[in-house]
């Protein structure tokens, strides 16, 4: 364009941010003009916002920047690339039809989780900003327009990390599932190595109180002294088997499994495909969790029962079924989280944990009164 055209060219038409060295190359006939068209559009701009935060504050005025980014930080690209990789994955050995090790997929699946917090606040700021700029009261047309395409660009920025998400939920899902029924088919391994010991200790116990009642009496003391070691001896080496065949259900593990069936069934992406897998990993992690509840209690037994071991018997039973508390304890936690990550939407969700929380006791409280008839 010659240079009185480009003199013409209105500055409000003009982009934020125009490349200081974009006239560096030019002809210098047109240099010039460039130039001075630049300093109009930077001072343009700059009354502008000031004008914004005079009018509406700075945090408007960050929203509005904000809106204008592609949505796609770093560190939602490496979060991305992470869960690309490991579809990658999966979809070779379902290619190859052969069974993949869940212990290495359990551990990428870890090094993500590293990152979802991060990602969830940039979603939880993200939703910030929508409120904010869905609460500000524009004082002319002209802003208001701004503020509606400010929004759409804010809401599909949002909805492009909330539908990634989902994804990541669905594939840990997916993951955390059968490394759940592992667990449950470990568990259950070991129970049938080991139903008849505990009857068998018992009634050993017995005979060993009954030695021991007619070592006081006896006259051939040595022979009945032997046969009370012999009995210890027994117990002590069916005790260890016993501790030694157990499958360690750990608090932390229970809380990442339970994480990854609540936050899946919580995402709106998420929630509509993983009503198979998710009912199947309930239905094991029900199962799971009144274990390693139960597994409390029948160890402060052995131990109270145990005549070798000099504790307070009150002490040692000091333990309940905790499943309950447990579960209370994991949602009051998870509510918290919410109101931080999920910012606007937290109340509908909260409400939503609240929902799960009460299946997942009834559902328990049902698991442990058919266990116990």
């Known amino acids: 364009m010659p240079a009185e055209k480009i003199a013409e060219i209105p500055v409000e038409k003009l982009p934020e941010n125009i490349p200081s060295n974009i006239a560096e190359r030019l002809p210098l006939a047109t240099r010039g003009a460039v130039e001075s068209l630049l300093l109009a559009a930077n001072s343009y ?13 700075e945090n408007v005025v960050k929203a509005l920047d904000r809106s204008k980014l592609s949505g796609d930080s770093a560190t939602v690209r490496v979060f991305k690339d992470k869960i690309v990789n490991m579809v990658t994955m999966l979809q070779e050995y379902q290619r190859n039809n052969r069974k993949y090790d869940i212990a290495l997929f359990v551990k990428n699946i870890t090094h993500i989780n590293d990152l979802l917090i991060d990602v969830r606040s940039e979603n939880a700021n993200l939703n910030k900003t929508i409120t904010l700029l869905t609460e500000t009261k524009p004082c002319k047309t002209a802003d208001a327009d701004r503020f509606k395409e400010a929004l759409a660009r804010l809401k599909k920025q949002a909805y492009v990390v909330e539908q990634l998400l989902g994804e990541y939920y669905v594939l840990r899902l997916k993951v955390m599932s059968r490394a759940i029924a592992e667990k449950r088919h470990e568990v259950e391994a070991q129970e049938n190595f080991v139903s008849g010991l505990p009857q068998e200790i018992a009634a050993l116990r017995k005979k060993l109180e009954d030695s021991q009642s007619l070592w006081r009496r006896t006259v051939n003391r040595k022979k009945a002294a032997e046969e009370t070691q012999v009995l210890q001896e027994r117990i002590s080496a069916l005790v260890h088997d016993m501790n030694e065949s157990e499958v360690v259900i750990s608090e932390n593990d229970l809380t990442v499994w339970l994480d990854t069936i609540v936050d899946a069934s919580l995402n709106e992406y998420s929630q509509k495909r993983i009503s198979r897998p998710a009912r199947d990993a309930r239905i094991s992690l029900y199962f799971l969790l009144y274990k390693f509840c139960t597994k409390q209690e029948e160890s402060a037994l052995q131990i109270a029962q145990n005549p070798f071991l000099q504790v307070e018997p009150e002490k040692a039973i000091n333990y309940v079924l905790m499943s309950e508390q447990f579960i209370l304890n994991y949602f009051a936690n998870k509510k918290k989280d919410a ?14 944990l609240e ?19």
Do not use: F, V
């Not at 009354?47 to 504050?57: P, Q």
């Not at 109101?339 to 939503?352: F, M, N």
């Open 339 to 352: 109101t931080a990550w999920l910012s606007g939407a937290a109340q509908a969700k909260i409400e939503e």
């Open 45 to 57: 701009h700059l009354s502008k916002r000031l004008k914004d935060e005079e009018n509406y504050g």
């Open 355 to 373: 929902r799960l929380q009460k299946d997942i006791l009834a559902e328990l409280r049902r698991s442990s009164k058919i266990r116990l008839k």
